[in-house]
């Protein structure tokens, strides 16, 4: 069965950390890219961070950039997404998505074709 399970949210401070997993099985990685892309209530999916695994070519949205680190574990065939320095406005139900595999990934959500369940994250004192 192929599956992409997040995990890692939930209720954390501001300016405190949360490390999300993706957590791939029923296929490899290595030929894809990985995309994290968060939903608040009433906004629009907006990509967060991307990977192209087989190159490690990575992508990171500017409101994130400088807090949020992309990486891959190779043998747990997982996508990790750490975020750091959290604020109330990352609040957001958090998605990883698997693309065909490119050079560069795409931060847009068409280039991705299977979506996990997704992850609450609430940032709030």
């Known amino acids: 069965q192929l599956q992409l399970v997040e995990s890692g949210g939930g209720l954390v401070q501001p300016g405190g950390s949360l490390r999300l997993s993706c957590a791939a099985s029923?296929?490899?990685?290595?030929?894809?890219?990985i995309g994290w892309f968060r939903q608040a209530p009433g906004k629009e999916r907006e990509g967060v961070s991307c990977?192209?695994?087989?190159?490690?070519?990575?992508n990171l949205a500017d409101s994130v950039k400088g807090r949020f680190t992309i990486s891959r574990d190779n043998a747990k065939n997982t996508v990790y997404l750490q975020m750091n320095s959290l604020k109330p406005e990352d609040t957001a139900v958090y998605y990883c998505?698997?693309?065909?595999?490119?050079?560069?990934?795409?931060?847009?959500?068409?280039?991705?074709?299977?979506w996990g369940q997704g992850t609450q994250v609430t940032v709030s004192s």
């Open positions: 998505a698997v693309g065909g595999g490119t050079y560069y990934c795409k931060s847009g959500a068409s280039a991705y074709d299977y």
């Open positions: 029923g296929f490899t990685l290595g030929y894809y890219n």
């Open positions: 990977i192209s695994i087989s190159t490690g070519n990575t």
